[in-house]
Every structure is written in structure tokens, then in C-alpha cells.
Nanobody, 122 residues
């Protein structure tokens, strides 16, 4: 079971760090991704990382502002979000994939966690 947490409200230009923890599952066996869904919109890929952290991938909209990382010893994946914009407001969810790469389509992710809400507003 996956659980994302760390969301909250922040002003534009601010930062948040999301975490995704697993219980009953060893995350080091999986590639991991972050997705988000804004109100009234579909799910959108944000970032992904391989099980070894050797490769990462980002959506163009967050490249240079967000950083995905993982600590397999802590069974946790992170999403550091800097320079947040109002358009980053969404529910952020983490997901696990058995793919050896960094897929950006949600159908390649097998396990999903409950999301955490990020609100960017002045």
C-alpha cells in the first residue's frame, strides 16, 4: 500500500516536499512515478525514477523546478517542488511500476497510493 503525504497550501514561488511511503511492499523493486490531477482535469504525469535512481524523467511543465528522488532504505520516494505556480495546484499521487524504465503513461503503473492535495495560491 502506498501513501503520499506532505501536501498543503503554499504561496506562488514557495516550496513543498512530498513523500510517498509504502507499507507491505518493498519499493526498491519498483520504478516510481508521481502524477497529479487538477480540479476538473485528467491525470497528468509529473516525474518518474527507476528503482536504482539511475534515471529520472520529468514533465516539461515541472522540469527545472521539481526533483524526484528515493531512499530505498527508508522505503520512501520524494518529490521536491520549488518555485511553485498556481497551475501546480492538484492532488498528487505516487505510483509503482514494474517497468525497468521511467514510463509517463499511467497505464504502466500497477500500484497507486492515495493522493495529497497541493494548493498554490496567494
Amino acid at each position: 500500500q502506498l501513501q503520499a503525504y506532505g501536501g498543503g497550501s503554499v504561496q506562488p514561488g514557495g516550496s513543498l516536499k512530498l513523500s510517498c511511503a509504502a507499507s507491505g511492499r518493498t519499493l526498491s523493486l519498483y520504478g516510481m512515478g508521481w502524477f497529479r490531477q487538477a480540479p476538473g482535469k485528467g491525470r497528468e504525469f509529473v516525474a518518474a525514477i527507476t528503482w536504482s535512481a539511475s534515471t529520472t524523467r520529468y514533465a516539461d511543465s515541472v522540469k527545472g523546478r521539481f526533483t524526484i528522488s528515493r531512499d530505498n532504505a527508508k522505503n520512501t520516494v520524494y518529490l521536491q517542488m520549488n518555485s511553485l505556480k498556481t497551475e501546480d495546484t492538484a492532488v498528487y499521487s505516487c505510483a509503482a511500476t514494474l517497468s525497468g524504465g521511467v514510463p509517463f503513461t499511467d497505464r504502466e503503473y500497477r500500484y497507486w497510493g492515495q493522493g495529497t492535495l497541493v494548493t498554490v495560491s496567494s
